[in-house]
Nanobody
């Protein structure tokens, strides 16, 4: 089992920045590729981006590419999502998730463990 806890969400104006954290406990964090997903009201959960378990590769959705950056610190069992130039359409609950593979996958049903989510609201 891996327990995941997100933090860092909040209310920000358009154009602003937020940094989300995902703290992991339980089994070896470095054994898992990690992903960020988000879900807005009335919409399906969508892939935001992810990072491989060895910290060598990242993937991003086109909608956030160039604005969001994912990183991880395996020594501290933590993953981060730096969000810049935020837009109202980025408003959603953001979830981190772990999958027992080397590479990142954008398929949310592949992920084994999920956090409870943190709300991000971007005002116009």
């Amino acid at each position: 089992q891996v327990q995941l806890v997100e933090s860092g969400g909040g209310l920000v104006q358009a154009g602003g920045s937020l940094r989300l954290s995902c703290a992991a406990s339980g089994r070896t964090f470095s054994s898992y590729a990690m992903g960020w997903f988000r879900q807005a009201p009335g919409k399906e959960r969508e892939f935001v981006g992810g990072i491989s378990r060895n910290n060598e590769n990242t993937r991003y959705a086109d909608s956030v590419k160039g604005r969001f950056t994912i990183s991880r610190d395996n020594a501290k069992n933590t993953m981060f999502l730096q969000m810049n130039i935020l837009k109202p359409e980025d408003t959603a609950v953001y979830y981190c998730a772990a999958v027992g593979t080397i590479a990142v996958t954008s398929v949310y049903t592949s992920y084994d463990f999920w956090g409870q989510g943190t709300q991000v609201t971007v005002s116009s």
